[in-house]
């Protein structure tokens, strides 16, 4: 049984907000957008394209969306351990980070429906379609499953099952005592770096996939797998414990984000899956970690700025739209390759318009939603409150 409510194991409690990491979103969505940029055919250099094959510049750009998605897993872990409040209850948590994620995968699921089988004239596969609307499709191998409809959705699918488990989790994680913390950073940090290694034994001679340089089993089950990405999930929880008790954390932002830059021109060049996770989990968790240090000390970066937090307001809109705008934003114009110049034009002005959708669903969609969610929860609250209070006896007649 799940819990019922969550307990408080923080020496105090900590600011909610974190403008640095909010600002952050944006950059891991940007990251991604640059990846699917490579996957449509918009530049006419070849070093550029990801099909037929990998050109150098697209292959050493496509490392991007693994760290993207990477950071977004870690933050999430962080950012929920961060605004665990003693007292709250598992099924309100369930119910707001439902109303968070699903407004606007139902909104893109059904957009991509229609663009699909409406303007591409493409066939739509059930099966696909209500695994993708349950949110479970990222635990089936077949991509034909994972990638159908809208297909970034497949990290949503991994974020519903983290939250699904984050009670119980925090059940364990909450309760490591503050002087053991960075010893179990180390164990999950260690078990994702195994990952790799058994990837091989479980999935023996499988087709290739020529993307990732990987069998595309192995590909799946270190990149796609729920149960295998929750471990970033978890490290980000333990992060967060560790910045929330006063734990020493090595380096400083400006460090981190080095280290981060570094480790991203080396990760393709290590052997097996380890560049599409294992490489660059610890700089971009410490990097998270440190950039909320920064917020707690009062540092001011460029990433805590108001236009940085604005579109780290709406970075996750645009992570879910960005992908239908590219495409069919470029079968508008054409559907044609540039020289280097005119194709960038070609990008800024797609990128303008996510930027736009994803403001307008944000601004209609997930912000409404979220204050009625917010107003139907102080209303219960106020409820008890009210019949607690003395009822007023007049003293008249």
């Known amino acids: 049984m799940p819990p019922s409510g969550f307990t408080d194991h923080h020496s105090g409690h900590a600011p909610s907000r974190l403008p640095s990491l909010t600002g952050m979103r944006f950059v891991a969505a940007f990251t991604v957008f640059a990846v699917h940029v490579l996957l449509t055919p918009i530049f006419a250099d070849r070093s550029l394209q990801m099909f037929p094959a990998p050109g150098e510049t697209a292959m050493l750009l496509w490392q991007t969306g693994f760290m993207g998605v990477s950071f977004f897993f870690i933050l999430s872990g962080f950012v929920l351990t961060w605004s665990v409040r003693p007292g709250q209850s598992t099924r309100g948590f369930w119910l707001r980070r439902f109303f968070k994620i699903y407004p606007n995968h139902l909104l893109t699921l059904v957009a991509a429906t229609?663009?699909?089988?409406?303007?591409?004239?493409?066939?739509?596969?059930?099966?696909?379609?209500?695994?993708?609307?349950?949110?479970?499709?990222?635990?089936?191998?077949?991509?034909?499953?994972?990638?159908?409809?809208?297909?970034?959705?497949?990290?949503?699918?991994?974020?519903?099952?983290?939250?699904?488990?984050?009670?119980?989790?925090?059940?364990a994680v909450g309760r490591i005592r503050p002087e053991r913390l960075w010893r179990w950073a180390g164990v999950v940090v260690g078990v994702i770096f195994t990952v790799p290694l058994v990837a091989p034994l479980l999935f023996a001679d499988g087709p290739w996939d020529p993307l990732t340089r990987s069998p595309y089993l192995e590909f799946w089950f270190t990149s796609k797998f729920p149960p295998v990405?929750?471990?970033?999930?978890?490290?980000?929880?333990?992060?967060?414990?560790?910045?929330?008790?006063?734990?020493?954390?090595?380096?400083?932002?400006?460090?981190?984000?080095?280290?981060?830059?570094?480790?991203?021109?080396?990760?393709?060049?290590?052997?097996?899956?380890?560049?599409?996770?294992?490489?660059?989990?610890?700089?971009?968790?410490?990097?998270?970690?440190?950039?909320?240090?920064?917020?707690?000390?009062?540092?001011?970066?460029?990433?805590?700025?108001?236009?940085?937090?604005?579109?780290?307001?709406?970075?996750?809109?645009?992570?879910?739209?960005?992908?239908l705008v590219l495409n069919y934003g470029h079968m508008l114009l054409g559907g044609g390759s540039w020289d280097t110049p005119a194709a960038?034009?070609?990008?800024?002005?797609?990128?303008?318009?996510?930027?736009?959708?994803?403001?307008?669903?944000?601004?209609l969609v997930e912000k409404p939603v979220m204050r009625f969610v917010r107003s139907r929860r102080a209303a219960r609250t106020a409820e008890p409150a009210a019949a607690a209070e003395p009822v007023a006896v007049s003293s008249s007649g």
Request: charged share 10%; with cysteine.
């Open 114 to 171: 229609v663009l699909l089988g409406g303007v591409s004239q493409m066939p739509l596969d059930l099966t696909a379609g209500v695994l993708n609307a349950l949110l479970v499709h990222s635990f089936f191998p077949q991509m034909e499953i994972w990638t159908a409809f809208n297909s970034v959705s497949w990290s949503l699918s991994n974020e519903a099952f983290f939250y699904l488990l984050f009670p119980l989790l925090w059940l």
């Open 344 to 363: 960038l034009g070609i990008v800024a002005l797609l990128f303008l318009a996510s930027l736009a959708v994803a403001w307008l669903m944000y601004t």
């Open 229 to 323: 990405r929750l471990l970033e999930f978890v490290f980000g929880m333990i992060l967060a414990r560790i910045v929330l008790t006063g734990r020493k954390v090595p380096l400083n932002l400006g460090a981190w984000l080095l280290v981060t830059a570094v480790v991203f021109f080396v990760a393709p060049y290590l052997p097996l899956t380890y560049p599409q996770v294992a490489a660059m989990v610890v700089p971009l968790g410490m990097t998270i970690a440190t950039g909320a240090r920064a917020d707690l000390a009062g540092r001011r970066t460029w990433l805590a700025g108001r236009p940085m937090v604005w579109l780290g307001e709406i970075s996750f809109a645009f992570y879910m739209c960005h992908l």
